[in-house]
């Protein structure tokens, strides 16, 4: 079972970045592909990006161009870059390994839920 902590958040203003990351237990983390969501108050948990193993990404259309994930299989640990951030993007962001070889976009299909990690961004 793998066990992830997120970390990173904070409050920010409009227009600012933050760089959240994910750090991951287990010898097989670079065999997994990996997702980023967000879960704003009264809202649902929604998809913000995905990578593979091998790297390949996935954006939710709301957050391409201005948020970047990457991994580091040598440190267990993927990152969400987030620039030019919006009021929004406000939500608990949580990290998840997908169930499949591929980041898809329905949370039901990721399992191994980190604790979650607050963005607020200030107008």
């Known amino acids: 079972q793998v066990q992830l902590v997120e970390s990173g958040g904070g409050l920010v203003q409009a227009g600012g970045s933050l760089r959240l990351s994910c750090a991951a237990s287990?010898?097989?983390?670079?065999?997994?592909?990996m997702g980023w969501f967000r879960q704003a108050p009264g809202k649902e948990r929604e998809f913000v990006a995905g990578?593979?193993?091998?790297?390949?990404?996935t954006y939710a259309g709301s957050v391409k161009d201005r948020f970047t994930i990457s991994r580091d299989n040598a440190k267990n640990t993927v990152y969400l870059q987030m620039n030019n951030l919006k009021p929004e993007d406000t939500a608990v962001y949580y990290c998840?390994?997908?169930?499949?070889?591929?980041?898809?976009?329905?949370?039901?299909?990721?399992?191994?839920w980190g604790q979650g990690t607050q963005v607020t961004v200030s107008s």
């Open positions: 998840a390994v997908s169930r499949l070889s591929v980041a898809v976009t329905t949370p039901n299909q990721y399992h191994s």
């Open positions: 287990g010898r097989t983390f670079s065999t997994y592909a």
């Open positions: 990578i593979t193993w091998s790297g390949t990404n």
